[in-house]
């Protein structure tokens, strides 16, 4: 592993989208251990991070249960309260209601990062709740997944509800800050424009697992230009463009939290 922290292969070059098509790839690297010195709880392990622990120091499981269990073990040694937060994790409701839970975790990391003016969410406060969330939801996936306790279709379906939570959240906080900058994208008509983002591959499928790399295409409708924004207007290709760097740095900047996609 060359250079600790970084993922195993960079993410592919931006490709800014064109009217009616554009790509952008975000590669997913191996889990990589946080790299904070401190240990939560005075160093005391919660059951599921002392059950990772033993299956990494003793078990006779495979090289990739050994690299997922210290995976969990050293996410919950390097995070004060993830511990309890995958005891509560663990008990995973059925997949209908599995996003739900996602989407609710996430609102709550927002809420704790949030400007307490009531303020919008800052980029990085974006950036932090998005790397905590796939913290919580690889770790808490690679604990029932250590026990025995889910099938493929679980990890599966856990693993594309979260890219597609932390694509579509993103993708709001990110476009909103550009509007108010640059106003709302608006085609000849002056209808309003949005930036589609198609989850192509695996992603598609929903079959990503815990090492797929993400293959994203940007589609937007109409050429035209920004209206209402503090800066002067701005053509549609152009606002486009730049929200899709914007998102794909959401996902893919390494943070001393790591990264998401």
């Given at each position: 592993?060359?250079?600790?922290?970084?993922?195993?292969?960079?993410p592919?070059?931006e490709?800014?989208?064109?009217?009616?098509?554009?790509?952008?790839?975000?590669?997913?690297?191996?889990?990589?251990?946080?790299?904070?010195?401190?240990?939560?709880?005075?160093?005391?392990?919660?059951?599921?991070?002392?059950?990772?622990?033993?299956?990494?120091?003793?078990?006779?499981?495979?090289?990739?249960?050994?690299?997922?269990?210290?995976?969990?073990?050293?996410?919950?040694?390097?995070?004060?309260?993830?511990?309890?937060?995958?005891?509560?994790?663990?008990?995973?409701?059925?997949?209908?209601?599995?996003?739900?839970?996602?989407?609710?975790?996430?609102d709550?990391?927002?809420?704790?990062?949030?400007?307490?003016?009531?303020?919008?969410?800052?980029?990085d406060?974006?950036?932090?709740?998005?790397?905590?969330?796939?913290?919580?939801?690889?770790?808490?996936?690679?604990?029932?997944?250590?026990?025995?306790?889910?099938?493929v279709?679980?990890?599966?379906?856990?693993?594309?509800?979260?890219a597609?939570?932390?694509?579509?959240?993103?993708?709001?906080?990110?476009?909103?800050?550009?509007?108010?900058?640059?106003?709302?994208?608006?085609?000849?008509?002056?209808e309003?424009?949005?930036?589609?983002?198609?989850?192509?591959g695996?992603?598609?499928?929903?079959?990503?697992?815990?090492?797929?790399?993400?293959?994203?295409?940007?589609?937007?409708?109409?050429?035209?230009?920004?209206?209402g924004?503090?800066?002067?207007?701005?053509?549609?290709?152009?606002?486009?463009t730049?929200?899709?760097?914007?998102?794909?740095?959401?996902?893919?900047?390494?943070?001393?939290?790591?990264?998401?996609?």
């Amino acid at each position: 592993r060359e250079g600790e922290g970084q993922p195993a292969h960079p993410p592919a070059q931006e490709r800014p989208p064109a009217r009616g098509a554009g790509q952008g790839d975000v590669d997913v690297a191996q889990p990589q251990p946080q790299q904070d010195e401190q240990r939560g709880g005075a160093g005391q392990d919660h059951g599921v991070l002392a059950e990772a622990r033993g299956a990494a120091g003793g078990s006779p499981v495979t090289g990739a249960g050994v690299a997922a269990a210290l995976e969990l073990a050293n996410a919950g040694a390097a995070r004060t309260g993830l511990a309890p937060l995958l005891e509560t994790g663990a008990d995973v409701p059925p997949p209908e209601h599995l996003r739900e839970r996602i989407d609710a975790r996430f609102d709550a990391l927002c809420a704790e990062g949030a400007d307490a003016g009531g303020g919008p969410l800052s980029e990085d406060a974006l950036k932090r709740a998005l790397r905590r969330l796939r913290t919580e939801v690889f770790c808490a996936v690679m604990e029932r997944d250590l026990a025995g306790e889910a099938d493929v279709a679980e990890v599966t379906g856990a693993m594309t509800d979260l890219a597609e939570t932390t694509i579509q959240r993103a993708l709001a906080v990110v476009s909103a800050e550009l509007e108010a900058l640059y106003g709302e994208p608006r085609g000849p008509q002056g209808e309003r424009l949005a930036l589609g983002v198609v989850g192509m591959g695996k992603l598609g499928g929903r079959e990503l697992n815990v090492s797929s790399d993400i293959d994203l295409i940007f589609v937007y409708e109409e050429d035209g230009e920004t209206a209402g924004g503090q800066r002067s207007p701005i053509a549609t290709q152009d606002f486009f463009t730049r929200l899709g760097k914007r998102l794909i740095g959401a996902l893919a900047e390494v943070t001393a939290d790591g990264y998401v996609f």
